[in-house]
């Protein structure tokens, strides 16, 4: 099964995610904007926001599994971006 980064549902709710897919630009920490979408899949009867490509993302910017990921979301233009990242197998 492939990995998949999920929304917070609290950032979903405060940005007002409501559609089956919604855009989404992430800027790594060397400054670079990837497009990405939100797609919303049902969970029981909850609803969660699954980010495509995340894997990818992982990879191209050497973040492992475990790793603690800081980003600032930016509502008006559904703006993540990657601040900080903390290594499972820092220190």
């Given at each position: 099964?492939?990995?998949?980064?999920?929304?917070?549902?609290?950032?979903?709710?405060?940005?007002?995610?409501?559609?089956?897919?919604?855009?989404?630009?992430?800027?790594?920490?060397?400054?670079?904007?990837?497009?990405?979408?939100?797609?919303?899949?049902?969970?029981?009867?909850?609803?969660?926001?699954?980010?495509?490509?995340?894997?990818?993302?992982?990879?191209?910017?050497?973040?492992?599994?475990?790793d603690t990921m800081h980003f600032?979301?930016?509502?008006?233009?559904?703006?993540?971006?990657?601040s900080h990242v903390d290594g499972?197998?820092?220190?």
């Amino acid at each position: 099964m492939e990995f998949m980064q999920r929304m917070p549902a609290n950032v979903v709710r405060f940005a007002g995610f409501r559609n089956k897919v919604h855009e989404l630009k992430v800027i790594n920490m060397n400054g670079k904007t990837i497009d990405m979408n939100l797609r919303r899949q049902k969970n029981g009867d909850r609803v969660r926001y699954a980010i495509e490509g995340w894997p990818m993302f992982m990879r191209e910017n050497g973040i492992n599994l475990g790793d603690t990921m800081h980003f600032t979301f930016v509502t008006s233009g559904n703006l993540l971006i990657l601040s900080h990242v903390d290594g499972v197998n820092a220190g």
